[in-house]
T-cell receptor
């Protein structure tokens, strides 16, 4: 158990819908990262937040957004969902300045 | 952008054999991390490497940070059935200012199968 929690574990929805994925980092970690894992693209970095502020951005689609709240939990919002958005979404946290990232169990999103 | 080439893509070995896998990049990384992922689970951190040339062990696992900072190696000795899974290398990049930032770039993974 990494100490990072993610909910829900599974999510099934339809095209065009909007979903919210939630992540709670390890106790004391200020930095949260979101990754997408699909069969054809592998693990791809989406976005990083540090203490509530956006720190780095990957190839995150404009339909996707994220935020980190004062209690340090983070939410990833995916809207206008397409079939190709079906993937595993992982949250990770790190005790910056140490670079190690610890991953949560993931949310499996299925878009039908 | 930064890309990591991880090889081999898959390995089928007998229990007790040693395993080697590696990652190479066209870009320099400040940190190399090795993760193991079981089906349906999140990646679990195995080893972290911080300096060029560093050699670090974690039980039967040994990893090295290449001198050029563009590659890393992971060795598993005396493999056992529970070593089965997907192994990923990940590099932590540097920004234009030369400092680390949070984006991990992952290799494509090495699928390890261990036959008893």
């Amino acid at each position: 158990d990494s100490g990072v929690t993610q909910t829900p574990k599974h999510l099934i929805t339809a095209t065009g819908q909007r979903v919210t994925l939630r992540c709670s980092p390890r106790s004391g970690d200020l930095s949260v990262y979101w990754y997408q894992q699909s069969l054809d693209q592998g693990l791809q970095f989406l976005i990083q937040y540090y203490n509530g502020e956006e720190r780095a951005k990957g190839n995150i689609l404009e339909r996707f957004s994220a935020q980190q709240f004062p209690d340090l939990h983070s939410e990833l919002n995916l809207s206008s969902l397409e079939l190709g958005d079906s993937a595993l979404y992982f949250c990770a946290s790190s005790p910056l300045p140490r670079p190690e990232q610890f991953f949560g169990p993931g949310t499996r999103l299925t878009v039908l | 952008g930064q890309q990591l080439n991880q090889s081999p893509q898959s390995m089928f070995i007998q229990e007790g054999e040693d395993v080697s896998m590696n990652c190479t990049s066209s870009s320099i990384f400040n940190t190399w991390l090795w993760y193991k992922q079981d089906p349906g689970e999140g990646p679990v951190l195995l080893i972290a490497l911080y300096k060029a040339g560093e050699l670090t062990s974690n039980g039967r696992l040994t990893a090295q940070f290449g001198i050029t900072r563009k590659d890393s190696f992971l060795n598993i000795s005396a493999s056992i059935p529970s070593d089965v899974g997907i192994y990923f290398c990940a590099g932590l990049g540097i920004n234009a200012g030369g400092t680390s930032y949070g984006k991990l770039t992952f290799g494509q993974g090495t699928i390890l199968t261990v036959h008893p």
